[in-house]
Nanobody, 116 residues
């Protein structure tokens, strides 16, 4: 059974930083591309970033490019999202997802709120 557990969300002021983590289990993490998806209130899901199984290929939504960095530590079955220069429009629930598309299995999510 695929299990994904996100952590690291919280309340941060505009311009601040957060680092999200996703602990994965129940599948061969090191063989799986992964992605981060966010959903803001009243909006549809948006794939923020994705990374291939080896960590060498990444992609970002235009809205976060240059501010967010996706990475992974296969030895720890963990996916990360470093978020810098956060903006109020980054406020959303962030999910990690199995696969590159963002439509795979997801965890329960972690809330990120950017507000002064």
């Amino acid at each position: 059974e695929v299990q994904l557990v996100e952590s690291g969300g919280g309340l941060v002021q505009p311009g601040g930083s957060l680092r999200l983590s996703c602990a994965a289990s129940g599948f061969p993490f090191s063989n799986s591309a992964m992605s981060w998806v966010r959903q803001a209130p009243g909006k549809g899901p948006e794939r923020v970033s994705a990374i291939d199984s080896g960590g060498g290929v990444t992609t970002y939504a235009v809205s976060v490019k240059g501010r967010f960095t996706i990475s992974r530590e296969n030895a720890k079955n963990t996916l990360y999202l470093q978020m810098n220069s956060l903006k109020p429009e980054d406020t959303a629930v962030y999910y990690c997802s199995k696969g590159y598309s963002g439509y795979g299995e997801r965890g329960q999510g972690t809330q990120v709120t950017v507000s002064s």
